[in-house]
């Protein structure tokens, strides 16, 4: 099985940017669709981005849309989140979760069908 780990969080200004990344090992990363949620106090876990296992595929949730950007780099191993524009509203624990199929298309923003995930970074942005 595929073991993820996130890293790339940390404390920014609204308006400001941050990177996420989601190193992998223990499968084969590029047979693996991609998906970036975050959980913040209180709420359920929150589908943000999905990419298929080769990266031609990329959709966001409409709270993020135009403000963040998925990317997978296969040769690596690694998959990326780059976040703008960021607001207080994102301030939440990212995890980065994979699952077994070239597509996310039927797993969607789902989190039950996610296979595996790391254990989260978190982000916080101040006003």
């Known amino acids: 099985q595929i073991q993820l780990m996130e890293s790339g969080g940390g404390s920014v200004q609204a308006g400001g940017s941050l990177r996420l990344s989601c190193t992998t090992s223990g499968d084969i990363f590029s047979r693996h669709c991609m998906a970036w949620f975050r959980q913040r106090p209180g709420k359920e876990r929150e589908g943000l981005a999905r990419i298929s296992a080769g990266g031609g595929v990329a959709k966001y949730a409409d709270s993020v849309m135009g403000r963040f950007t998925i990317f997978r780099d296969n040769a690596d191993d690694t998959l990326y989140l780059q976040m703008n524009s960021l607001k207080p509203e994102d301030t939440a624990m990212y995890y980065c979760?994979?699952?077994?199929?070239?597509?996310?298309?039927?797993?969607?923003?789902?989190?039950?069908?996610?296979?595996?995930w790391g254990q989260g970074t978190q982000v916080t942005i101040s006003s």
């Open positions: 979760a994979a699952r077994d199929s070239l597509m996310c298309q039927t797993a969607s923003f789902t989190p039950a069908m996610y296979t595996s």
